[in-house]
């Protein structure tokens, strides 16, 4: 599934075309895909709201599949294993962000499904140093969505610096909140769940969240820290207001609707705003060895590849409870 030239997810941007299976250059996998979740950011990507550096591209970055071929070099990886590819594709490994763990905010990064061709189609190919090994405890179509949603929701909960027993505060609950809930759960935080629709309020509640409300209700008490997964501005102040003193509001997603002018008060105190941007391999490592620990178990809805435009859809407009994951093999 090709886009070809950004517009709204309604007008079906995205084509079905045939395209030759990538070669494996040194160093990298060969992958026929079995599933790829689809994600914000994939929405963002297809409708232009982040510059593209790559057209025609073929999106997505939740990516699970097999070894179908090894690049000369490539090591780590035998044909026929199951692997797990995500958001980022690579770094220079030698700047001093990259030295410093830091390989997230890389100036030279590039990413799965936005500089170079992701997994809305059948064969992609991945720096190995940049692949995963996946648990058997979960099976394609649950795997998927760890890759990012899980990945970056684990990544924003850390940012946050909440702390094991703190109040927590979510703001939507889509793929990436019900990963973060059951994180935060295990960690004996109480979570409260602002978001305007019904069916993920029943959803929160039934993975652990002490409340749900809407952004414009007041939560039982204040929180520690406040992860807002919604791409909306304005509910940065309504997360401030809501935060006690020296806390952090930690904003989960790669693009965001304009944060409004507000006033030096709702800052004061040490209360703190930060951006998640990307994630670590170290991350990604560290998600999946907890995951079947905690054990976070995924809710997905199914679409088939040709499907990708209706599944992008169905996000946009919050038809999904969990996340939506594209069965490609």
Not at 314 to 321: D, F, N
Request: hydrophobic share 45%; aromatic share 6%; charged share 20%.
């Amino acid at each position: 599934m090709v886009l070809v030239s950004p517009k709204p997810v309604e007008e079906s941007p995205l084509v079905a075309e045939d395209v030759p299976v990538p070669k494996p250059a040194a160093g990298r996998l060969l992958i026929r895909i079995e599933a790829c979740g689809v994600c914000h950011t994939d929405l963002h990507i297809v409708e232009g709201e982040l510059p593209l550096p790559k057209l025609p591209l073929i999106p997505g970055h939740q990516i699970v599949g097999t070894v179908a071929g090894l690049g000369e070099g490539a090591t780590g990886f035998q044909v026929g294993e199951r692997v797990g590819v995500p958001w980022l594709h690579k770094t220079c490994g030698a700047c001093d962000y990259c030295a410093s763990g830091a390989e997230n905010l890389c100036e030279s990064a590039e990413f799965t499904g936005y500089h170079v061709d992701g997994g809305y189609t059948e064969f992609v190919v991945a720096p190995a140093g940049f692949a995963y090994h996946l648990s058997a405890g979960y099976d394609d179509l649950q795997a998927a969505p760890l890759l990012c949603a899980g990945v970056i929701g684990f990544r924003a909960l850390r940012l946050s610096g909440v702390k094991p027993g703190g109040r927590l505060a979510m703001y939507g609950f889509g793929g990436s909140a019900h990963v973060a809930i059951q994180v935060a759960r295990h960690w004996g935080c109480e979570v409260d769940v602002m978001t305007r629709n019904p069916a993920h309020r029943k959803h929160a509640l039934s993975l652990g969240a002490s409340w749900t409300g809407g952004s414009d209700d007041a939560p039982p008490a204040q929180h520690d820290a406040a992860v807002v997964f919604a791409p909306a501005g304005e509910l940065v102040p309504i997360a401030l207001r809501n935060l006690r003193r020296g806390g952090t509001v930690a904003l989960a997603g790669i693009y965001m609707t304009p944060i409004p002018e507000m006033d030096y008060g709702g800052l004061y105190h040490e209360r703190s705003v930060k951006s998640v941007a990307n994630s670590t391999r170290q991350d990604v490592i560290d998600l999946l060895d907890l995951a079947p620990k905690v054990p976070i178990k995924m809710s997905v809805e199914i679409f088939g590849l040709a499907d990708a435009n209706a599944a992008l859809l169905a996000m946009k407009e919050s038809r999904i409870t969990g996340a939506g994951v594209l069965k490609i093999g």
